[in-house]
């Protein structure tokens, strides 16, 4: 049974940082894309950054030059290191795993999902 457990979240004042951790219970997580997602109240679910099983990396727009994710694939781990945070930042970030090559920014190709951890930005 695949398991994501995310870790890290909670509350920071604008301009601040914190670091997001994923932890997998999946024996294909080197071979797995990785992604981060955020669904902010009354809005939908929303991407944020992936990283392949090779190590390339997508961001949003919304927080290029500001967030970087990476993975460890000894830890079966992936991060999200989120600086300059912003107020519209605040949401629900989710962690999720795609089987298969193809990378992916839409939210119902991905195959699992981890509960969610809160980040919560003050003005």
């Known amino acids: 049974q695949v398991q994501l457990v995310e870790s890290g979240g909670g509350l920071v004042q604008a301009g601040g940082s914190l670091r997001l951790s994923c932890a997998a219970s999946?024996?294909?997580?080197?071979?797995?894309?990785m992604g981060w997602f955020r669904q902010a109240p009354g809005k939908e679910r929303e991407f944020v950054a992936t990283?392949?099983?090779?190590?390339?990396?997508t961001y949003a727009d919304s927080v290029k030059g500001r967030f970087t994710i990476s993975r460890d694939n000894a830890k079966n781990t992936v991060y999200l290191q989120m600086n300059s945070l912003k107020p519209e930042d605040t949401a629900v970030y989710y962690c999720a795993g795609k089987r298969g090559t193809l990378v992916a920014v839409t939210a119902r190709l991905y195959d699992y999902w981890g509960q969610g951890t809160q980040v919560t930005v003050s003005s």
């Open positions: 990283i392949s099983w090779s190590g390339g990396r």
């Open positions: 999946v024996r294909t997580f080197s071979t797995s894309n």
